[in-house]
């Protein structure tokens, strides 16, 4: 809901100048609108049509790249931290990649040709009486392991979920 | 147009080609888009399986083979029970046989890897199009509200320097503004003169 402010200041002669203080007319003016819409049918939301700039996430240094001490899961995790705490910085070439160990009959049976899920949210069709990451690569039983090691589940720690879910836009251009 | 942020992710398999041949060196590396750099680059398959944290390098000056850790090596990857330590057995097999330009074994074919990219962000434009007229809606007025008030305030803080000058030289003011300090340049000038043009 939009507010409006004016600020006003008068002054009537040039004597007004000379005087030591003058009179100065504060106006205020708030007002609450909201778009409402009757028949969804008239709108059509186009989400994501165009990309306006990269910013970060598409380059090619592993996690575990950049940090200098620890075993290697304690510097992915220390990388796959710095990544998610720091989201504006953007001066230095951050991590990207990950890699995980899989056998090849996984990807033959066709568990990994689509789609796949490295945090702990499960895909639409994992979810069931099981609830197991099939398409994460080795499985259950490997999400479990890089999970405890390297705190996948930390990818979504401070999302705004209801923001997701509203569309709720950051800025407007143009 | 409206603008966010947004956050995709993508994945890339290394597998190894079912017909390699001795002689065929890093069959297993791939090429994949750099968006950092904008080109492509090369990512070789012993670069991959140190960052997946099973394997580090050798300390050995020169020596190229990976060193196996014990990590979760009894982990299960499959229905059928191949262990984790199996995997990084025929994986190290495979980076060796690509490096050496030998063929690899039925076994260490088994061995593959997954690259995963999961937070690559763009500012994204999105855009709302409506059918015009009241069939569709209307923008609804809340409650609103206008204040007006008077405050006194001192002109001196607010006035900028330029006005303050003008103040100092208009007729109100019965005050004159000081000399300058003569400088050498003005006494070569017949600086009396020239001073009391410029004063008010």
Redesign the interface.
Known sequence: MPSIHTHTYTFSSPERLLTPFVPVILSHYTGHFKAMVSKPQNVFVLRDVMANGYRMGGGTKFFGSKSTTGTPFEKIRADLQYRLMNPEDITDEAPSLLAFPMLTSQYDDGHMDTVMSVTSRLLPWETGTKNEHKSFPGGENMFKFYNEKIGLRQVHFGEDIRAAENMDYISQVC | ???????V?E?Y?M??PENVKTGAFDFMDIL??????DRH?K?GFR??????????ESTTAGDLDLVV?T??DN????AAG?K?SS??TN?KALEEASRGGTVPSADA???????????????????????SGG??????????????????????R??PVT?LVL?LH?P??RRRTPRSRQSKGTFAFNTHTYIHIFLP
């Not at chain 2, 994949?32 to 750099?37: A, F, L």
Request: charged share 20%; hydrophobic share 50%; net charge negative.
């Open positions: 147009m409206l603008e966010r942020f947004t956050q992710g994945f398999v597998t190894c994949i888009y750099d968006e950092e750099k680059v990512i670069r991959a399986l140190l960052a997946t944290g099973m394997f580090t850790t990590y979760g982990t299960d990857m499959d191949t984790l995997w990084k994986a074919k088994s061995a593959s890897l997954v690259l995963a990219r999961p937070f690559i962000e763009h500012a994204m434009l999105s855009a709302v199009m409506a059918v069939d569709t809606g209307a923008t609804v007025f809340g409650p609103s509200d206008m204040q007006i008030s008077v405050r006194v305030a001192s002109i001196v607010r006035l006005s103040t208009s109100f003011v």
